[in-house]
T-cell receptor, first 114, second 113 residues
Framework: GENVEQHPSTLSVQEGDSAVIKCTYSDSASNYFPWYKQELGKGPQLIIDIRSNVGEKKDQRIAVTLNKTAKHFSLHITETQPEDSAVYFC?????????????FGAGTRLAVHP | EAGVAQSPRYKIIEKRQSVAFWCNPI?????LYWYQQILGQGPKLLIQFQNNGVVDDSQLPKDRFSAERLKGVDSTLKIQPAKLEDSAVYLC???????????FGPGTRLTVT
C-alpha cells in the first residue's frame, strides 16, 4: 500500500523567511497530492493541491511542486507570517477496488516567530 | 457554503462505555469519510461512504466500531465498548464525489479514561 513520509517534523522560521516541507510517496499510480493546514483545535483545512499532469502550482504565498520521477512533492511558503504557524499535512492516494483513499504524512509543526 | 458539521466537539467516557459521533457533510457531497487522528499523527481513514453505501471499511475495527449513513446525508460513528487506545480526534470529511477534494469538519475529541 501507499506510504507517505514527511519531513521535517518540526520547522521554526523567522517572520518573512521561507518554509519548505517535503513528502515522498511510494505508489507510482498516485495522481493527486493535497496539502492541509491544521490549527489547534480545528480540523485540517485544504490549502493547495496538485494533480500529476502539472509540475508546479501557486496560490499567492504558497506553492506546491511535484517530481513524479523521484516520487516527491513539496510545499513552499514564502514571506511567512505568524498566522502561518500550524501543523501541515501532505497526503497521497492509495488505490483499492477502483477508489482511492488518502494516506497522510505524520505532519510538520511550523512555528513562525515575529 | 456551510462546512462539515460535527457533534459533540468533546466527549469524555470511561473504558467499556459506548459513544456516538454525528456528522453532517457539505450539501451535495456524495462521499463521506470518517478519520481517526491520534495525537501527533496524521488522520487515518476508518470508513468511506458513497451515498449510503460503504466503499472502504478495511481499517475499521469492526468488533467495536460501527458507522452508518442511512439516507445518504448525515452519518453516525459508534464505538462500543471503548478502549483507552480509542482516545483520539474523530474527523469527518466530505467530497463532491469519490477522488475529489476532501473537506474536513472540526472533529470530536474523545478521551477514554
Amino acid at each position: 500500500g501507499e506510504n507517505v513520509e514527511q519531513h521535517p517534523s518540526t520547522l521554526s522560521v523567522q517572520e518573512g523567511d521561507s518554509a519548505v516541507i517535503k513528502c515522498t510517496y511510494s505508489d507510482s499510480a498516485s495522481n493527486y497530492f493535497p496539502w492541509y493546514k491544521q490549527e489547534l483545535g480545528k480540523g485540517p483545512q485544504l490549502i493547495i493541491d496538485i494533480r500529476s499532469n502539472v509540475g508546479e502550482k501557486k496560490d499567492q504565498r504558497i506553492a506546491v511542486t511535484l517530481n513524479k520521477t523521484a516520487k516527491h512533492f513539496s510545499l513552499h511558503i514564502t514571506e511567512t507570517q505568524p498566522e502561518d504557524s500550524a501543523v501541515y499535512f501532505c497526503a497521497a492516494p492509495s488505490f483499492s477496488g477502483g477508489y482511492n483513499k488518502l494516506i497522510f504524512g505524520a505532519g510538520t509543526r511550523l512555528a513562525v516567530h515575529p | 457554503e456551510a462546512g462539515v458539521a460535527q457533534s459533540p466537539r468533546y466527549k469524555i467516557i470511561e473504558k467499556r462505555q459506548s459513544v456516538a459521533f454525528w456528522c453532517n457533510p457539505i450539501s451535495g457531497h456524495a462521499t463521506l469519510y470518517w478519520y481517526q487522528q491520534i495525537l501527533g499523527q496524521g488522520p487515518k481513514l476508518l470508513i468511506q461512504f458513497q451515498n449510503n453505501g460503504v466503499v472502504d471499511d478495511s481499517q475499521l475495527p469492526k468488533d467495536r466500531f460501527s458507522a452508518e449513513r442511512l439516507k445518504g446525508v448525515d452519518s453516525t460513528l459508534k464505538i462500543q465498548p471503548a478502549k483507552l487506545e480509542d482516545s483520539a480526534v474523530y474527523l469527518c470529511a466530505s467530497s463532491y464525489r469519490v477522488n475529489r477534494e476532501q473537506y474536513f469538519g472540526p472533529g470530536t475529541r474523545l478521551t477514554v479514561t
